[in-house]
């Protein structure tokens, strides 16, 4: 392909069709048509990006718009269990909390999804499937993602058909520090082509990926694969989601955007657990993105006990006082 | 971007700095030999908030009288008791005013938001723990100057008259009280007519660390009262922040004369982006360079230079982010624009935005909405000017960008210095080389690399051509209150 005019249409170069041709028939690897050079690879900053991020956390959230931040925040978790130890039962456990946040308190939103390991999709869908609240599941091979091709794709198709409304991949981060970057691309728009109707996500483990400038490409690769969600980090390696990190994905999703006018979501995932935080996350949303962004369509945080105290200073909103974690369920 | 739907629409609610805990008094007088004395002209004139017009306190009007009881105070306190404090004792004094002022940064940030119009995240970000941060800094040299000046016999000036201007009252009454006494001088100082209050405040404070009387005279007053401090002749050396066209009279009025000067006059900045920069960041920094303290700063990056090939990126991001800016009540904590310091500055400002419009550049203001009363300027930007347009050329000291392209170093180069100031410039670009090629050619006394309007007290700050001469700050400000020998 030939390197697009314009600098900013780097991003538009790889079209749908062209993406999905790769899989053919058996789906027997096709050489690729992804050269990495097509992608304009960006400048970052980390002292400007850090720089900037501190700045979002110096806005000050108080009176309506906290409470509205706080219900749209508890709207857009993922609550996750992802575990070795989890079984049907836990897994009933974390539905049931994802339908009853705070039975106590009205008018409270339910959470975007809950996201589990493929073998409990059938079981969370019958569970949440009635309740407006999807089901994610994490497939290829996580959270390592070292595995073969096929099995991944399988374990994808086999997510979908038990009834996952979304997926979350991992990408291959050894073969994107080995430089084998169309190798990343093609998994991820064979993994698309295997979500069928179900929403990709695409984690690229930032926190394994060394620097900002592979963050920022790996999100081009992420997007221009097909992503529908470009995701922080599997929960699994530390740091996972920080805010430096989510402000390069979000202005590689920009990019895309002023490319293309389409959107791609977002998912920060992992050490996001308090309300405050939640609440400085979408503030850099709004002034990144715009607030057509402030949606589960096109937001989620990955979190597990980021519920709770979000529960926890929606009760303070409303009756001024701090009540007892005690009084706010696990799960 | 995408559209906003009504239910996503998410608009933050008002979060202002409380006021409670300060106290302002009906009317202040002119701080002379460590106390608070009427002035002779028994005048007084209005401070306002220039967010509101409301009157906040008044201010005492100093004559040529009072000039002289303050420079004879200051004489006094040289003579019998400053020169001869031993270094280490005038460190311990100048360490007190800088703890003294972390002790009561809130109220001091609160008041100069109040009285000047910056928003309080700058007020209580910037101004006033870099203001400590100078005493800290300077009240460390007072012992060690043998050691800045090697072999050079560092000597104390006397008595210095410095002038200040209204853009940071209160840290530009420290970038010249604290390397002054560190060096052993006294003091009169004149904070500018529409933003006195801090620098008063800082006399009661400067009481309250028990420097000793007379070391340190404020007094307030306009124009006038300037002039008769540059005219006296018992002053040794004035320094003074302000615009070139008051600077070029200052000098005139003392050639001849063997008073030392200082000058910090304007700037009209370069702020230079190439194609490989870290767009994004270099977006944030156009933004940090021209909208910081509302564009009323001597360094503020005025004139961009953008390389053509990323123009239209970057004026789409620049136009993104200035949308978001928050402009407004500037007690706000989320305020990022407050008001414009004053309704003659303002007027100003209108003049040139008409300017603009006149040559036919496009405008671009960010699309918010601005109190009724009060003195405001939304953020706005020129593009595709030209280097011979006025708004190009003269400093506006306002939130007016003007950007041109460039296609070359060496045009941008001969751009950037093609103007008569030379106080500073930025440089955005991931290629190091690049950076220090710009560096060594860019006639600017402060050239900043990927990022813009940083300041430290051990950085020299100054200019060249008619931005002034003489810095400020490092070892090379100190130099500015010494004698030293050859």
Known sequence: MKRPASSEAGLLLLSGSVAFSIFEKNQRLAKSTFNPSDIRRKAIDQVGVEERSARFQTRSIKAKAKIQGLKMALNMIDLTTLEGKDTEGKVRQLCHKAAHLHDSTPDLPNVAAVCVYPTFVKLAKSLVGDKGIKVASVATAFPSGQSFRKYKIDETKEAVAEGADEIDMVISRGRFHQGDYAYVYDEISAVKEACGKARLKVILETGELGNLDAVHYASQIAIAAGADFIKTSTGKIKPAATMPVTLVMLEAIRDHYYATGKMVGMKPAGGISNAKLALHYLIMVKETLGEAWLSNQWFRFGASSLANDLLKQLVKQESGIYQSANYFALD | ?486
């Not at chain 2, 002209?41 to 908030?49: P, V």
């Open chain 2, 1 to 486: 971007m995408a559209k906003t739907t009504k239910e996503n629409k998410w608009e933050l609610s008002p979060a202002p700095e409380s006021t409670g805990h300060i106290s302002i008094k009906k009317r202040y007088d002119l701080f002379i030999d460590g106390k608070f004395v009427a002035p002779s002209t028994k005048k007084y004139f209005d401070s306002i908030n220039p967010a509101t017009e409301e009157d906040l306190t008044q201010i005492a009007l100093a004559g040529e009288k009072d000039v002289d009881k303050a420079v004879k105070a200051a004489r006094k306190a040289y003579d019998t008791v400053w020169s001869k404090t031993s270094t280490a004792e005038r460190g311990k004094y100048i360490y007190r005013i800088a703890r003294l002022i972390q002790e009561r940064a809130r109220e001091f940030a609160v008041i100069e938001s109040l009285d000047g119009g910056k928003p309080i995240r700058e007020s209580r970000d910037v101004d006033i723990p870099l203001a400590a941060a100078h005493f800290f800094y300077h009240a460390g040299w007072a012992d060690k100057l043998d050691y800045a000046f090697p072999n050079s016999d560092p000597k104390s000036i006397g008595v210095v008259g410095q002038i200040i201007p209204w853009n940071f009252p209160l840290l530009m009454a420290a970038w010249k009280i604290a390397p002054a006494l560190a060096c052993g001088n006294t003091v009169v100082l004149k904070p500018a007519e529409t933003t006195s209050l801090t620098a008063l405040k800082l006399a009661e404070l400067i009481q309250d660390a028990g420097l000793p009387n007379g070391v340190v005279n404020i007094i307030t007053g306009a124009g006038e009262t300037g002039q008769a401090l540059v005219g006296h002749s018992d002053i040794d050396k004035i320094a003074f922040t302000g615009s070139t066209e008051v600077g070029k009279m200052i000098r005139r009025s003392l050639a001849g004369t063997s008073t030392r000067l200082t000058l910090e006059l304007g700037g009209k900045a370069a702020n230079i982006v190439f194609e490989d920069a870290a767009i994004d960041q270099a977006v944030e920094g156009i933004v940090n360079g021209i909208y910081f303290n509302q564009g009323h700063v001597c360094c503020a990056g005025s004139r961009l230079f953008v390389e053509e090939s990323v123009a239209d990126e970057v004026v789409r991001k620049l136009k993104h982010r200035m949308d978001h800016l928050i402009v407004g009540d500037p007690l706000d904590k989320n305020t990022d624009v407050g008001a414009i310091n004053s309704k003659g500055q303002l007027q100003t400002i209108e003049n040139y935005l008409k300017a603009g419009q006149k040559d036919g550049f496009e405008m671009y203001q960010s699309k918010v909405a601005v109190p009724k009363k009060g003195y405001w300027c939304k953020p706005t930007l020129f593009t595709d000017v030209s280097q011979s347009s006025i708004i190009s050329k003269e400093e506006i000291f306002g939130p007016v960008l003007a950007m041109q392209t460039f296609r070359t170093i060496d045009e941008v180069i001969d751009k950037a210095n093609n103007t008569p100031y030379g106080l500073s410039a930025g440089v955005w670009t991931d290629k190091g080389s690049k950076i220090f090629n710009l560096t060594t050619r860019l006639k600017a006394g402060v050239v900043w690399a990927n990022t813009f309007n940083k300041f430290d007290p051990s950085s020299p700050f100054g200019g060249y051509k008619e931005s002034g001469f003489g810095r400020e700050g490092g070892i090379h400000g100190l130099s500015a209150y010494l004698k030293l020998q050859d």
